[in-house]
């Protein structure tokens, strides 16, 4: 079955750095696109980035753009978010979803149960 | 930007009941509006894609209608594990960039 398992979550200071990682299973990870989406604490879900099955596209919501970086590695299932110049509003769980089969552009249908990252001073 | 908005934004209902939440778009959308359920301490779970297509799994209770700028996810009959919080989400034409609604509490009365 699908599985994705977030990991590289923690507590980091304002103003570094940190990058999210996304291991898929159970399911051809080179043939679908991949998302990165935010749940802010007590607060609704935020759709961060996609990335192409073959790493030729990739699109970011305006919040995030030039400040966080998506990539995959095909060869080890993995999709990866780069974040930089973290802020206090960049706390949340942080999904990774799959895109639904058919294009790497459909929404997400399987998601990951998230890895929490704190900014805090 | 499209802007999602969806109503009420707590639905109070019991079991047996039927829900219907409410998603309006700030502008036409394609037909790339999806539902999504997340309950407490869960990730979101898909229940709708492309505007009335039950995702893998998804039982006949929950059905999804509209289109242009109204949508609505329809639960014909709540059963207890269906009070949650249900988020509609929307992607633009192109580029492929995706909005989520504020969502919509559905709890027991």
């Known amino acids: 079955q699908v599985h994705l398992v977030e990991s590289g979550g923690g507590v980091v200071q304002p103003g570094t750095s940190l990058r999210l990682s996304c291991a898929a299973s159970g399911f051809t990870f080179s043939s679908y696109g991949m998302h990165w989406i935010r749940q802010a604490p007590g607060k609704g879900l935020e759709w961060l980035a996609v990335?192409?099955?073959?790493?030729?596209?990739?699109y970011y919501a305006d919040s995030v753009k030039g400040r966080f970086a998506i990539s995959r590695d095909n060869s080890k299932s993995t999709v990866y978010l780069q974040m930089d110049s973290l802020s206090l509003e960049d706390t949340a769980v942080y999904y990774c979803?799959?895109?639904?089969?058919?294009?790497?552009?459909?929404?997400?249908?399987?998601w990951g149960q998230g890895t929490l990252v704190t900014v805090s001073s | 930007e499209i802007v999602l908005t969806q109503s009420p934004a707590t639905l109070s209902l019991s079991p047996g009941e039927r829900a219907t939440l409410s998603c309006k778009a700030s502008?036409?959308?394609?037909?790339?509006l999806a539902w999504y359920q997340q309950k407490p301490g869960q990730a979101p779970r898909l229940l709708i894609y492309?505007?009335?297509k039950r995702a893998t799994g998804i039982p006949a209770r929950f059905s999804g209608s509209g289109s242009g700028t109204d949508f609505t996810l329809t639960i014909s009959s709540l059963e207890p594990e269906d009070f949650a919080v249900y988020y509609c989400?929307?992607?633009?034409?192109?580029?492929?960039?995706?909005?989520f609604g504020p969502g919509t509490k559905v709890d027991i009365k």
């Open positions: 492309e505007t009335s």
């Open positions: 979803a799959r895109s639904r089969p058919g294009s790497s552009w459909y929404g997400g249908d399987y």
């Open positions: 989400q929307q992607r633009n034409n192109w580029p492929p960039l995706f909005t």
């Open positions: 502008q036409s959308v394609s037909s790339y």
């Open positions: 990335i192409s099955y073959d790493v030729n596209g990739e």
